[in-house]
C-alpha cells in the first residue's frame, strides 16, 4: 500500500495560482493511477484530475479544464497540481489520491488510497 500526504493548499486572491503536492511513501507513484479530487462543505467529494501510471495521459473535470495541470516527478516519489487562474469556487479541501487502474479514472470508487486533504481557498 502507499501513503499520500498532500501539502501547499493556502490562501489566494481570484485569478492567482497555487501548486499543491502529493508525497507518497512505501509505493511509488510509478505503480498507481494518480488523481486529484475537492471537496466544499456541505457538497459531494468532486473529482479534478488524473494522470497515467506513466504520465503519458491525463484526464480533467470540465470545470478545471485550461487551468489545472497534472504533473508527476518520479525522483521525489511527488505528484503536483498546478492550479491557475483559481476562483472562488475553486475553494475546498483537495485531496490526493491513488488507483490500481491502468487508465486515468475519474470515480472515488475507483481509487484504493488517500491523503488526508490540504484546504485551498481563493477570495475575490
Known amino acids: 500500500q502507499v501513503q499520500l500526504v498532500e501539502s501547499g493548499g493556502g490562501l489566494v486572491q481570484a485569478g492567482g495560482s497555487l501548486k499543491l503536492s502529493c508525497a507518497a511513501s512505501g509505493r511509488t507513484v510509478t505503480s498507481y493511477t494518480m488523481g486529484w479530487f475537492r471537496q466544499a462543505p456541505g457538497k459531494a467529494r468532486d473529482f479534478v484530475g488524473s494522470?497515467?501510471?506513466?504520465?503519458?495521459?491525463?484526464y480533467y473535470a470540465d470545470s478545471v479544464k485550461g487551468r489545472f495541470t497534472i504533473s508527476r516527478d518520479n525522483a521525489k516519489n511527488t505528484v503536483y497540481l498546478q492550479m491557475n487562474s483559481l476562483k472562488p469556487e475553486d475553494t475546498a479541501v483537495y485531496y490526493c489520491?491513488?488507483?490500481?487502474?491502468?487508465?486515468?479514472?475519474?470515480?472515488?470508487?475507483?481509487?484504493?488510497?488517500w491523503g488526508q486533504g490540504t484546504q485551498v481557498t481563493v477570495s475575490s
Open positions: 494522470i497515467t501510471r506513466s504520465g503519458d495521459s491525463t
Open positions: 489520491a491513488a488507483s490500481h487502474s491502468v487508465v486515468a479514472v475519474k470515480r472515488v470508487v475507483e481509487f484504493d488510497y
